[in-house]
Nanobody
Framework: QVQLVESGGGLVQAGGSLRLSCATSGRTFSRYTMGWFRQAPGKEREFVSA????????YSADSVKGRFTISRDNAKNTLYLQMNSLKLEDTAVYCCAAAYGGSRYTNWRNGGLYDYWGQGTQVTVSS
């Protein structure tokens, strides 16, 4: 069983930066592919980015390319999302998720592939 706890959300002005963290329990973090998803009020959950246990990042959503960077520190069992040049439309609840196994050829944009989910952290971008 993997427990995920997000942190780092808050209020930030447009153009600013924020770094989200996802702390995990368990001793097998490096075996899991990790992903970030977000959901704005009244909208469906949206894939943001994914990272393999090796540190490869096979895909990120077009809407965040060049602005957001996913990373992980396996020694700390922690996943990160560095968010730069934030826009109003980035406002959402951001959740991290974990999936055991897979490869770079797996479609990690599909939330159904993930086994565990955090409760989410609110990111609000203001003008």
């Amino acid at each position: 069983q993997v427990q995920l706890v997000e942190s780092g959300g808050g209020l930030v002005q447009a153009g600013g930066s924020l770094r989200l963290s996802c702390a995990t329990s368990g001793r097998t973090f490096s075996r899991y592919t990790m992903g970030w998803f977000r959901q704005a009020p009244g909208k469906e959950r949206e894939f943001v980015s994914a990272i393999l246990g090796s540190g490869e990042t096979p895909y990120s959503a077009d809407s965040v390319k060049g602005r957001f960077t996913i990373s992980r520190d396996n020694a700390k069992n922690t996943l990160y999302l560095q968010m730069n040049s934030l826009k109003l439309e980035d406002t959402a609840v951001y959740c991290c998720a974990a999936a055991y196994g897979g490869s770079r050829y797996t479609n990690w944009r599909n939330g159904g592939l993930y086994d565990y989910w955090g409760q989410g952290t609110q990111v609000t971008v203001s003008s």
